[in-house]
Structures are given as structure tokens and as C-alpha cells.
């Protein structure tokens, strides 16, 4: 038929240009099972809804956490507020943590030390004397393990939060300056301190590494103003 049979350089020129034409590279068919396993993923951790929790303390508001999704994938981002602008307690300083929590189950455990494992992946700590709101960006690292339970273990997700606060009386002759006045303010020079920490359980999902939105994160990672 006159056909000739292509050479090989020509071959060669060939697959190259299927390696940089993505039309031209043959369509891998896809398994349909992991198409509605992504979808599903999609379709949990997609979910745009806001929860608040109130924090309080016995004399009062400390200030409200709220979470805009319920839910994450691996190499997310966890994005939050911390609101002060209704608190009746001052709040000096505040660190945010994204923690796994590795638990054993009783029959496997050894002693009472080694049952519970946690391990914080990225942290944020700030000052928050006198300001209204704190934002919360913490990267879920792509080399971190999603939630998952056995007969031996489980794993577990947390958002770790330790607050320090102080009392308004320290800060009754300090009050704000008036802005329509050319005078500043003076920080006391000794406040009375109280901590505290709260834990709030987080839903963290495995994904595909394309799937994925952020690079390879360093294992910890502080922001501090």
C-alpha cells in the first residue's frame, strides 16, 4: 500500500510530542468507583458552614471562636476568628494549635503514660490585648495522617487553643486614649494572669496529593506579631 513504517527517531519525536501535547496523549479511563469517592469528599468538606462556640470563664466572655467548614482534607488550609469585641474578660495573648491525638485502645495498653500520643503539626500564637478579632490560618500539612480507627488504635484531630487572660481591674486606669486628643496610651507595667486551655474536635480527611492545594509544609510553623 505504500505505507512506510516510521523510523525510530521519528518515534521518538513522536512520544515527545505526546508528553508536551496533553490533546494528543491517549485518555486514561477512569475508575468510576474513585470518581464518587471524590465527589463525596468533595461534597463534605466543600461545605461552607459557620459554627461558633462561645468561650466563657466563671465571671464572664472571654470571646467567640467561629469555624467557617466543619470539615477538611488534608493539605487545607483551617481558617477561623476568634472574636472579642463582645468580651467581658480581657484577653492578653492567645495560641492556637492544630494537633493529632493517638489513642490506644485498653487492651493494647501497656502503661498509663504511653496510651495517649499528641503531636502539634502548626501552631499560631499572637497578642491580643485590646484588639477586637484574631485571625486563624493554619496549613494541614500534606504529609499528615487523616482520622482513622482500628481495634488497635485510633486517630483523632483537635484544635487546641490556650488563652491567657487578665483582670479588668488591671486595666481600669488604663483606659483607651481618645482619638480626638493628642494623648496615647500607657500599658500597665504588671497584670494579674489566668490560662486556660479548651480542645475542639476537628474532622480531617485523607485526599489525593493532586488533589491537594498547598505544597510540602515544615512539620512546625509559628506566626507571631
Known sequence: LGFKEPTLAQAEEHDLEVELNPFLAQQVPEDPGLLLS??????????????SFDITRNKGLVGRLSLFKSAYRIGEDLIGLLDFSQATIPCTHATIR?????????RFIVSKTDHLTTQTYTHQSECCLNHRTLHINLAIPIFATPAFKTE???????????????????????????????????????????TFTLSLPLDIMATLPSQANRSLSPPYHSVSF
Open 152 to 194: 488497635i488504635v485510633e486517630l483523632s484531630w483537635q484544635l487546641h487553643i490556650e488563652i491567657l487572660t487578665t483582670s479588668p481591674f488591671d486595666l481600669k486606669d488604663a483606659a483607651s486614649p481618645d482619638v480626638s486628643k493628642d494623648t496615647s496610651w500607657q500599658a500597665p507595667g504588671r497584670l494579674s494572669s489566668n
Open 38 to 51: 471524590l465527589d463525596h469528599l468533595m461534597a463534605l468538606t466543600s461545605r461552607q458552614r459557620l459554627s
Open 98 to 106: 492544630l494537633q493529632s491525638v493517638e489513642k490506644l485502645s485498653d
